[in-house]
Antibody
Framework: QVELVESGGDLVKPGESLRLSCVAS????????MGWVRQAPGKGLEWVSY????????HYADSVKGRFTISRDNSRSSLSLQMSSLRVEDTGVYYC?????????????????WGRGTLVTVSS | QSALTQPPSATGSPGQSVTISCTGT?????????VSWYQQHPGQAPKLLIY???KRPSGVSDRFSASKSGNTASLTVSGLQPEDEADYFC??????????FGGGTMLTVL
């Protein structure tokens, strides 16, 4: 079964850190660029970060640049998001997402497979 | 990184067609082919409907179609069905390696 499963969401205080994980199954993880997208409660989608297969090209939204770090372990089919200096506005459901791979060795800027998400709540 | 502009809501009757617009600038929608559309039902993850402005992934109904003209992209849902009632989000690549989303449109099927 082709799926992405996120974990690691929690209730944390402003300024604290948290690490999210995503495990892929049912497809060759090392063939795909991957990303994170978040959604604040009752709000729209916001792209967070994007990583290529070799982890040597990474992009971040300005809102998280310098605070969040995306990484991947192709041997474990896993994607991670290390979040530090968390803010109240970082609250939301964080989705792990697979790049659409319409062009094989490029960022395609769309996601064709999404996990169910994990909830991060930042509150004092 | 301003969000793309979508109407907050859209309404249609079963069997009708409805079109949802997504307006950006020459730095995003107007400047690149990387426009996509997603459907999200309450409590569920988004589902890709359209990529590269008008391409449909395998398995997506051909009742969903899209186009782009200038700084505006459009999604048309034809032959509306009750299960089409959902939130719809557009997204576009933005200059300097960013991806931005629209605010979302809640589609109601009366």
């Amino acid at each position: 079964q082709v799926e992405l499963v996120e974990s690691g969401g929690d209730l944390v205080k402003p300024g604290e850190s948290l690490r999210l994980s995503c495990v892929a199954s049912g497809f060759t993880f090392s063939d795909y660029y991957m990303g994170w997208v978040r959604q604040a409660p009752g709000k729209g989608l916001e792209w967070v970060s994007y990583i290529n297969i070799g982890s040597n090209t990474i992009h971040y939204a300005d809102s998280v640049k310098g605070r969040f770090t995306i990484s991947r372990d192709n041997s474990r089919s896993s994607l991670s998001l290390q979040m530090s200096s968390l803010r109240v506005e970082d609250t939301g459901v964080y989705y792990c997402a697979r790049d659409g791979r319409s062009v094989v060795t490029a960022f395609n800027w769309h996601f064709d497979l999404w996990g169910r998400g994990t909830l991060v709540t930042v509150s004092s | 990184q301003s969000a793309l502009t979508q109407p907050p809501s859209a309404t249609g009757s079963p069997g009708q067609s409805v079109t949802i617009s997504c307006t950006g600038t020459s730095n995003d929608v107007g400047g690149w082919r990387w426009v996509s559309w997603y459907q999200q039902h309450p409590g569920q993850a988004p589902k890709l409907l359209i990529y590269d402005a008008f391409k449909r992934p395998s398995g997506v109904s051909d009742r969903f179609s899209a186009s782009k003209s200038g700084n505006t992209a459009s999604l048309t849902v034809s032959g509306l069905q009750p299960e089409d009632e959902a939130d719809y989000f557009c997204a576009s690549y933005q200059h300097n390696n960013n991806l931005i989303f629209g605010g979302g449109t809640m589609l109601t099927v009366l």
